[in-house]
């Protein structure tokens, strides 16, 4: 028997590629729902996602593990609407509008031919390559890249900063320069979207595939001695091999291993509202470094089921500790003036958890040492996201 502890993305790929196989497995989950880092709450007919979280079309895994279109996906138009020196401009994605792109205020010229060549450069890299950097001595941070590139500091700020910074959760654009790479190709290729039930419905679809029974939720794994994984319930599970598809700080403690270096967490402050802020189904990034509010999206222009009719529902992705919604709320209305009479504050989420700390070269740090027979996936090797999560656990149940 192959037990898997953790059932978030890479645990359930996993399961799914054995079970696809004929191996039995059987998944120990620590919670009473699937999906790990994507979670959704309903809150009086809202949609609320623990972190707003979107899939690209370019990650290819996806398709691998569940039937996109049972998701109902729900897509943003490309780009994004920028906020800056108190006008609101329309930045447009460069492959999908180029004249629209050429024209756009956003960034000086210089800066777009630089953008143009960059995109041209990654467009021809494979993914492998782009995330090998992040293992490489050379890899930079995503800042020194960008300044190292010629790439003005009004265009870092107006636009590098705000967008990337919300992908990466760093504000200060310290991550590895490597992954910003590969997620830029990634967003150039592909357009984001969220299911029509959420972000977990992308677990759930996964789980859904796995035969009645495969999933054992609220049993927390404790100890591996052995073969023998013990059970907080104090249950001894015998396995052939086991998986541990757990969040780094998660794996860290039941290998009895130091912690992991600090990862910032990020709040996500939901409000409703009877009028709309705005019509496009895209993003806002307020420029500054300053900014409490790093993006927000007026998510039912996406997806109108996250709301009741009638109402649109706002999310602002807040990184840090600090999380104010009465402060939130003022920044949102320096760009929209009525929100500061339309908006409502709905409910704040916190996430302590979102990614692990990912620093130029991080991907070089050894894996931690596992017992025989035992074996680690999951977002904490090659860069967090849906698609590495997925992936780690797909190429675990191959070598399996
Ligand atoms: C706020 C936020 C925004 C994000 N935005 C995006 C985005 O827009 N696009 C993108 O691609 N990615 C995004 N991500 C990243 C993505 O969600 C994660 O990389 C991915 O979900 C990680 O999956 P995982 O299986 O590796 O880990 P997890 O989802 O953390 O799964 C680990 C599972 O193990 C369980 N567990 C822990 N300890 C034990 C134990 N001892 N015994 C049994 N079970 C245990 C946990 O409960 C959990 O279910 C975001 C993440 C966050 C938090």
């Known amino acids: 028997m192959i037990a898997i502890a953790g059932a978030g993305l890479s645990g359930l790929s996993c399961a799914l590629a054995l079970h696809r196989r004929g191996k039995k497995c059987t998944v120990f989950e620590a919670l009473g729902s699937v999906g790990g880092r994507q979670r959704t709450a309903r809150h009086g007919g809202f949609t609320l996602d623990h972190g707003f979280q979107v899939v690209l079309d370019s990650y290819k895994s996806v398709s691998a593990v569940c039937e996109i279109p049972t998701l109902d996906p729900r897509h943003f138009e490309s780009g994004a609407i920028v906020h800056a020196c108190g006008r609101t401009m329309r930045l447009r994605s460069p492959m999908e509008n180029p004249a629209a792109a050429a024209f756009s205020p956003v960034l000086p010229f210089p800066d777009k031919l630089r953008l143009a060549l960059l995109g041209l450069e990654i467009l021809c890299t494979p993914d492998s390559k782009l995330l090998a950097r992040c293992a490489s001595p050379s890899d930079q941070s995503t800042r020194d890249f960008l300044s190292g590139r010629g790439f003005s500091p009004a265009s870092i700020g107006r636009f590098f900063q705000p967008f990337f910074g919300g992908v990466l959760l760093d504000n200060a654009l310290s991550s590895s320069a490597g992954l910003f790479l590969y997620y830029l190709k990634k967003f150039c ?41 013990l059970l907080e319930s104090g249950e001894r599970i015998e396995f052939d091999q086991a998986v541990l598809a757990l969040d780094e700080p998660s794996l860290h403690r039941l290998l009895r291993l130091p912690a992991p270096p600090p990862a910032p967490g990020v709040s996500v402050v939901y409000f409703e509202s009877s009028e709309s802020l705005y019509p496009q189904r895209c993003i806002v990034l307020p420029a500054g470094a300053d900014r409490l509010v790093r993006h927000f999206v007026q998510t039912t222009n996406i997806a109108p089921e996250f709301a009741p009719p009638g109402k649109h529902l706002i999310s602002a992705t807040v990184l840090g500790p600090e999380c104010n919604p009465e402060a939130a709320l003022r920044e949102i209305a320096e760009v929209f003036p009525k929100a500061a009479s339309c908006l409502r504050h709905l409910e704040t989420i916190r996430v302590p958890y979102a990614v692990p ?16 027979n035992v074996h680690a996936c999951g977002d904490w090797r090659n860069g967090a996201s849906i698609e590495t999560a997925i992936r780690s656990g797909l190429e675990l149940a191959e070598r399996l």
Request: net charge positive; no cysteine; hydrophobic share 40%.
């Open 189 to 229: 290729t592909g357009r984001a979207w969220v299911p029509a039930g959420g972000i977990q419905a992308l677990p759930e679809s996964i789980a859904a595939q796995l035969p009645a029974g495969t999933i054992r939720f609220h049993s927390r794994a404790m100890e591996i001695r052995g073969n023998t994984l």
């Open 357 to 372: 700390a990912q620093p130029p070269g991080f991907a070089a740090k050894t894996p931690p040492p596992l017992p025989p």
